[in-house]
């Protein structure tokens, strides 16, 4: 069983930036696709960004586009959101997923249903 650890969460000023990091707590893994999503309290945990294996392709949700950006580190086996200029409403917990199943349609990596490991997630909160 893969397990993900996140690192890098923390309380951030509007406009700064954070970075988060993934990485499998043991050997190495080599999922289809990469996620990051994000829970807010009292909402429904939703998509970030996904980075997908084969050509290394991102998407990211509409409220990000611009401001984060998703990437993988294939020597260090590690998965990473930067992300700028931030919001209070960025405000949630952050998880880390990977994908074990491939999918022809790399839509399918938008939703949390494509996703077979998870990380325990990690706290981001912006001060306004």
């Known amino acids: 069983q893969v397990q993900l650890v996140e690192s890098g969460g923390g309380l951030v000023q509007a406009g700064g930036s954070l970075r988060l990091s993934c990485t499998p707590s043991?050997?190495?893994?080599?999922?289809?696709?990469w996620g990051w999503f994000r829970q807010a309290p009292g909402k429904e945990r939703k998509f970030v960004a996904t980075?997908?294996?084969?050509?290394?392709?991102?998407y990211y949700t509409d409220s990000v586009k611009g401001r984060f950006t998703i990437s993988k580190d294939n020597a260090k086996n590690t998965v990473n959101l930067q992300m700028n200029s931030m919001k209070p409403e960025d405000t949630a917990v952050y998880y880390c997923?990977?994908?074990?199943?491939?999918?022809?349609?790399?839509?399918?990596?938008?939703?949390?249903?494509?996703?077979?490991?998870w990380g325990q997630g990690t706290q981001v909160t912006v001060s306004s």
């Open positions: 043991r050997g190495t893994f080599s999922p289809y696709a």
């Open positions: 980075i997908w294996w084969r050509d290394g392709s991102t």
């Open positions: 997923a990977a994908a074990g199943t491939y999918y022809t349609g790399t839509y399918k990596y938008l939703g949390a249903s494509a996703y077979d490991y």
